[in-house]
């Protein structure tokens, strides 16, 4: 079967970079999408073997659609690409049908070796540092990383209820177990550890 890559990122530095790798390992279709929308409305049109995914695109967080898309397209593989710290979101690999999750800041070496593998649909373990690391974030599950994302971008709790599909006193218990994990004593408190512990959003 012919290997036909989607690529999920919004910034076309990084897209060039992944595509020219691609082409490198013999991969000739690669196509690419830059917003949640847009993956979701690609992959409906079109038939991919794999999927680069970056986690923030301009439109919400991608961690809200891997369960569909493992729902819909089981037989494609999914490499989490991203700049968001892997020992906070690496557990994402044990929540969804994730290859592998690579660190934007990863070597050139580091790269290769991981898209090599992915493409080949070779196992790879996603190595998480040690998470005794004094990063507050690592602690909180993948539904609270999720409302993390809006609370950072200062969306309200009934807002976060109606895009999430949730109750509003299920999203109220959640940001209270969010500030209490990552002791957070008010919301700038909040986003002043997001920029510390680099979570981007």
Known sequence: MEVKVLVAEDHSIVKMGLT???NKLSVHTVGDVSTC????NELAINEYTHLILDIILPDGNTLEYIETINEKYPDMSILVH???????????SNKFKIH????KGASESEINY??????????LSIKKKNEDTGNPFSTLAVRELEILHYLLNGY????????????????STIK??????????????????????????
């Open 176 to 201: 209270s177990n969010i500030f209490d994990k990552v002791k957070a004593d008010s919301f700038t408190h909040l986003l002043q550890l997001a920029h510390v512990h680099q979570i981007s959003y």
């Open 20 to 22: 020219a790798i691609l």
């Open 114 to 123: 991981h898209l090599e593998l992915f493409i080949k649909n070779q196992p």
């Open 37 to 40: 929308g847009d993956l979701m």
């Open 156 to 171: 309200r709790t009934k807002e976060i209820a109606n895009l999430l599909g949730l109750k509003m006193n299920t999203v």
């Open 100 to 103: 592998s999750y690579l660190h």
């Open 82 to 92: 991203s700049m968001q710290p892997i020992e906070v979101y690496g557990k994402i």
